[in-house]
């Protein structure tokens, strides 16, 4: 059996809060004909609507993505009459338009918000994180050694954990029909800017001399 050297556990952490660089907005329009495929997106007229409206306010049309159709039905029975309900998502690179786009897609009667995914260029920001926290270990190891009169010999065993608060993304539904509702009404509000907090956790074993 090996044996396990002396050890002291050190544990620190580091939290940072990020703004949202971009959002994909989750939009689902309800189309009064089934068209499949890209050709819905010129050829239903409701989401036409839609994208040219949006094109209009200088939203590139490759930022709009067909994700999917969903075909409605009385009573599971296939009628001419049966109604689509095609789902996008719209890319918005830049926050500053998300309020125009929103008042674009809440001008179309037939389009609702389901939800907006904040995005973020968070990668270079974890990596900072962990280094940050990699040295407060480090240097209350090298306190904790001092105080205990040993010497540190090097790292034994490391564990990194991230705990991101949007993960998993989930946002409740936001109807865009609500801007229109009556003034008594309560408001169901929708954030044009948004951040999240993460934080960042280290436990090192540091391998020292003996006690």
């Known amino acids: 059996m090996e044996h396990k050297p002396d050890t002291i556990k050190i544990s620190t952490s580091h939290k ?23 050709e819905a997106m010129k050829k239903t007229k409701e989401v036409n609507q839609l994208v040219e409206a949006l094109t209009n306010y200088k939203v590139k049309e490759e930022a709009i993505k067909l994700q999917g159709v969903h075909l409605e039905t009385e009573s599971g029975v296939l009628l001419k009459s049966s109604s689509a309900v ?37 990668d270079d920001v974890r990596k900072n994180m962990l280094k940050i926290a990699i040295e407060k ?28 608060e949007e993960t998993p993304v989930f946002q409740p539904q936001m ?11 309560p408001s169901l509000g929708i954030d044009v800017q948004h951040s999240k ?8 074993w540091y391998r020292v001399s003996a006690f």
């Open 175 to 185: 109807m865009m029909k609500s801007r229109v509702a009556s003034a008594d009404a």
């Open 86 to 122: 095609y789902r996008l998502k719209i890319r918005c690179e830049d926050l500053n338009q998300l309020a125009g786009m929103l008042d674009v897609i809440a001008s179309q009667k037939n389009a609702t918000l389901e939800r907006i995914e904040w995005k973020y260029n968070e």
């Open 16 to 38: 940072e809060e990020i703004s949202a660089t971009h959002a994909d907005l989750h939009v689902t329009v309800k189309g009064l004909s089934l068209i499949s495929g890209n």
């Open 137 to 164: 270990a480090k240097t209350k190891a090298e306190q904790v050694a001092g105080s205990l009169n040993v010497k540190l010999l090097g790292v034994y065993d490391f564990i990194e954990n991230i705990y991101d």
């Open 197 to 204: 907090t993460i934080h960042v956790n280290v436990e090192i």
